[in-house]
């Protein structure tokens, strides 16, 4: 009998260890998309996430890197990287930086990006038509949730300057606009404008 309440009481405090997780508070206070029009549920998501992580790193950490090893979709092609684990030790040394708010200007070049980039099929950075009006830009590619998305640029896999990493977390940035579109090669683009 003794055995059996103590295995309930370890079971019941491990669960309720795992289920721990952000506060409506902390949520709330990364959630500074939550009332645009504009934004798609996904391109909200992608903001509140790097929120998250730029505001609460620690518990960022906890909740969200320890057990990421990949999207669904590419299941855990994170496994074994480096890069992810240079960012759980960044994180749990990282003092919080304010969050992003969302910006219309910014917006409206991510978006006009995102849609050159889709429809052409191409990657990086390179513009033809789209006015490059922004302090730094990040691109994400195959990515359909805004946790992947801001995963991806989180930890920059196989990206050895670590450039998308450092512009999410660099607290020089306020505003930030994000537009998803459809991609001919990777299925979708992210593209995330910052500016001061």
């Not at 959630?31 to 996904?42: E, F, H």
Request: charged share 25%; proline share 3%; aromatic share 12%.
């Amino acid at each position: 009998m003794t055995r059996m309440l103590l295995l309930f009481v370890f079971i019941t405090n491990f669960s309720f260890v795992s289920a721990q997780t952000w506060t409506s508070a902390q949520l709330e206070k990364a959630n500074t998309a939550r009332d645009i029009a504009t934004l798609t549920p996904v391109e909200k998501e992608t903001i509140l996430y790097i929120n998250l992580c730029r505001l609460y790193p620690k518990d960022f950490l906890k909740y969200e890197v320890v057990n990421y090893y990949g999207s669904e979709k590419y299941e855990n092609y994170l496994k074994n990287s480096t890069y992810r684990e240079s960012l759980m030790k960044l994180l749990s040394t990282m003092q919080p930086v304010n969050a992003l708010y969302f910006d219309l200007d910014t917006y409206t070049g991510a978006k006009c990006f995102a849609k050159e980039q889709g429809e052409a099929g191409t990657i990086g950075h390179s513009r033809k038509t789209c006015k490059a009006d922004y302090d730094a830009e990040c691109c994400s590619y195959g990515m359909d949730t805004g946790r992947d998305i801001a995963m991806q640029l989180l930890i920059d896999d196989d990206v050895p300057s670590l450039g998308h990493r450092l512009i999410c977390l660099d607290k020089a940035y306020t505003k930030v606009g994000v537009s998803l579109q459809p991609h001919k090669k990777w299925d979708v683009v992210a593209v995330l404008n910052f500016n001061r």
